[in-house]
């Protein structure tokens, strides 16, 4: 499976994040200005008409109340038409209103108006502009729940988007958690486990590419501290720990399916005088040389190992003794046989066997009674295999060659 890049991941979150952000910051924005618009054209336009109506009725009862025919009345009655070109009338539909002021100023103009054309004129201007200025209170009455409508559902939607700003945080934090955080806290407790000797610990693959190769990096390194772990640098075999677990495991297994296994253990004739004769790095020539020799002798189901220093030892499954005698000689010849280098000398082994379960039902028996018989090789001379009996009462061993 593909795995996204860590750097990815962040860049595609702080993305998707800020694009919410920004929407939602837009939106409460624009849905603000409106709502502004909407209450500057109710507070500022509406009311300054409704002032500006409100002003030209009271002129025009002023005017009426003082009107008295004269050349100047028209003039005078200029205060109350300039009136009617204020900015906030200007978005008013006052044509009847113009309509009527202009009634009025035609019968003022004539010589001798009758007192009822004046009256009835007069009012029939200040009755317009009260009209007006009615629909005007009333739009204002009309609006006001809207606006408030407007600025609940603002404030709803205000905290609609928290939620969401909530919920993708919390989205946000559960997937760092799972991608990211969780699974450098799991490859970081492996990491403490494999530092403090388990090598069986495993870091889960999981999390993004640089989380998963890391995790990878630590399962490959636990591998290959659990091989060398059990294995011997010099000779490249198996060391003792590694010995230890296949004999119990073979243990194990002969114990549920009754079957035989046999054990050989190799020691080098001579070694400690070998060494000082030629050196320790002669000697790990020769055990070297011994190690390949075990290698190449013994079948593909054995498991050979470096029991310690000179010493060796290998585990054949379902083996008789006189199998496990032919497999022990094809050691013994096979070292003796190999050749010296410059500078050192040929080396020989002195091998004693042992059979699950008749020699031995548990690893430590097993293990002495293939030991024993391996000192008692050497004391026959070295060079030579000591195994269990082939036949009642009689021992196999294997004498050095002339």
């Known amino acids: 499976m593909q795995r996204p890049r860590l750097r990815t991941r962040v860049l595609l979150l702080t993305s998707a994040f800020a694009v919410v952000l920004f929407l939602v910051t837009f939106g409460l924005s624009w849905r603000a200005h409106q709502s502004q618009l909407r209450w500057s054209r109710l507070i500022g336009v509406e009311t300054?008409?409704?002032a500006s109506l409100e002003e030209l009725i009271r002129a025009q009862n002023a005017y009426r109340a003082r009107y008295a025919p004269s050349p100047d009345a028209?003039?005078?009655y200029a205060i109350v038409t300039q009136l009617l070109q204020r900015d906030a009338l200007q978005r008013i539909d006052l044509g009847q209103l113009r309509a009527r002021v202009r009634a009025f100023?035609?019968?003022?103009?004539?010589?001798e108006p009758r007192v009822e054309d004046v009256n009835a004129t007069s009012l029939a201007v200040v009755a317009e502009a009260q009209r007006i200025a009615w629909e005007r209170k009333r739009e204002i009455a009309r609006t006001l729940p809207e606006l408030e409508r407007?600025?609940?559902?603002m404030m709803r939607s205000g905290l609609a988007v928290a939620w969401i700003i909530v919920l993708v945080s919390f989205a946000v934090v559960t997937t760092t958690l799972r991608k990211v955080v969780r699974p450098l806290e799991e490859a970081s407790a492996a990491a403490d486990r494999i530092a403090a000797g388990d090598v069986t610990a495993r870091a889960p693959v999981a999390g993004d590419r640089e989380i998963a190769t890391l995790a990878v990096a630590l399962n490959r390194m636990a591998d290959e501290l659990k091989a060398r772990a059990r294995t011997d640098e010099l000779t490249s075999l198996p060391n003792f720990r590694a010995f230890r677990e296949q004999i119990d495991g073979a243990i194990e297994r002969a114990g549920r399916y009754p079957e035989n296994f046999g054990?050989?253990?190799l020691d080098l004739d001579r070694f400690k005088k070998y060494n000082d004769t030629f050196g320790h790095h002669a000697g790990n020539d020769a055990l070297q040389r011994v190690s390949r020799v075990i290698r190449e002798a013994v079948r593909a189901v054995d498991f050979p190992a470096r029991y310690g220093g000179e010493e060796f030892a290998v585990i054949l499954p379902n083996v008789d003794p006189r199998a496990l005698a032919a497999v022990a000689e094809?050691?013994?010849?096979g070292v003796e046989a190999a050749p010296a280098p410059p500078d050192g000398a040929q080396v020989t082994v002195?091998?004693?066997g042992a059979i699950f379960p008749s020699d031995g039902a548990d690893r430590e028996t097993l293990f002495n009674a293939a030991d024993e018989r391996l000192y008692e090789a050497k004391k026959a001379g070295r060079n030579r295999v000591i195994g269990p009996a082939t036949t009642p009462g009689e021992r196999s061993a294997v004498p050095a060659s002339a």
């Open 48 to 50: 300054e008409a409704i």
């Open 150 to 153: 407007d600025t609940s559902d």
């Open 74 to 76: 028209v003039d005078r």
């Open 330 to 333: 094809r050691i013994r010849s």
């Open 263 to 265: 054990i050989l253990v």
């Open 105 to 111: 100023r035609d019968v003022i103009e004539e010589q």
């Open 350 to 352: 002195s091998i004693g």
